[in-house]
């Protein structure tokens, strides 16, 4: 769940209403597939990607990125961390592990490949784009992050976003996954209990065949672009829901009841509508 929410944790799918074209082809999507799930670690995530969101917070007098909440996201979820230490020099420190290397011009081995780095040709190219990540307050001292993200320390983002600002992760809004408007008329958000990554791909994994099996032309089609189909029109599911199957079915009509539901509804929803059962159900 979202580390130290101090709620029960919330997740939702997001459930696709009609079929996609005229519902003839397999290959397309179909009324019930479920095309989203949301754990409560992904929406705790979101939320304060979002906040952190680095176009939020500015550029300072040199174009570059201010000490501030998108730094601390980054350095808590990036893989690596890179400072410019002279006119031709990087540093990479790889956060997890405190592990440095230093780059410049010149290629050397470096995680089992040569690698190199022309660092002011790379900083001259990105401070161009108003959407750079490039912190600092002169170019001579230049920070970024790279390697991919993890949301391991999630928490640690969030004690900071709480401390420095009225944002709590435990705010209603911060609870749900932020749909637009278009996706709430297309799709129907519907909470259930919390669930691990392996249910979500169950949930939302492609139906499969294999096509000439043990010949040297084997390969794997999709059939369906998903195994479980949600029954969402059932009584007991339009009920945690509290809308009618008309109201649902209507493009122009916006359905969000998310954070309404009690949460004895949810396991509910998720057993009926999937036809799933829970094991060592998070949270």
């Known amino acids: 769940m979202c580390p130290t ?35 409560d670690e992904r929406i705790c995530c979101v939320h304060a990607e979002m906040i952190c969101d680095v176009r939020k917070f500015g550029m300072n007098s040199a174009g570059l990125r201010p000490d501030s909440l998108a730094k601390t ?18 540093r990479r420190t790889t956060l997890a592990t405190g592990d440095k290397v230093l780059f410049d011009d010149v290629p050397k ?15 001259r190219r990105r401070v161009k784009s108003d959407k750079h990540l490039i912190f600092g307050k002169t ?18 983002v969030w004690d900071e976003i709480e401390n420095l600002t009225a944002k709590r992760r435990d705010d209603p809004e911060c609870k749900i996954w ?32 294999i096509i000439n099996e043990g010949q040297e032309d084997e390969r794997t089609e999709m059939v369906r672009k ?32 998310r954070g309404e539901a009690p949460i004895a509804n949810r396991e509910l929803l998720f057993n009926k509508a999937l036809g799933q059962v829970l094991v060592n159900p998070k949270g």
């Not at 919330?10 to 949301?38: P, T």
């Not at 637009?180 to 065949?209: C, I, M, R, W, Y």
């Not at 479980?228 to 916006?254: F, G, M, P, S, Y």
């Open 73 to 90: 996201y980054l350095s808590k979820t990036a893989k690596y961390m890179f400072e410019r230490v002279s006119k031709t020099e990087v």
């Open 139 to 156: 170019l001579l001292e230049a920070v970024w992050f790279g390697g991919g993200s993890t949301p391991d320390n999630i928490a640690e």
């Open 226 to 257: 998903r195994v479980i189909k949600a029954q969402w029109d059932l009584d007991e599911v339009l009920d945690h829901i509290k809308e009618t199957k008309t109201a649902i079915r209507d493009r122009n009509k916006t359905i969000d009841h």
């Open 5 to 39: 929410r101090t709620t029960r944790p919330m997740a939702e799918f997001a459930i696709k209403i009609g079929d996609q074209g005229d519902g003839s082809r397999e290959d397309l999507y179909k009324d019930g597939d479920v095309l989203a799930a949301f754990s």
């Open 178 to 209: 932020p749909a637009g408007q278009q996706d709430l008329k297309s799709h129907l958000f519907v909470e259930t209990v919390n669930f691990t990554s392996e249910e979500a791909n169950n949930v939302t994994s492609p139906q499969n065949q």
């Open 109 to 123: 081995m470096v995680d089992g490949k040569m690698q190199h780095m022309f660092v002011e040709e790379f900083l």
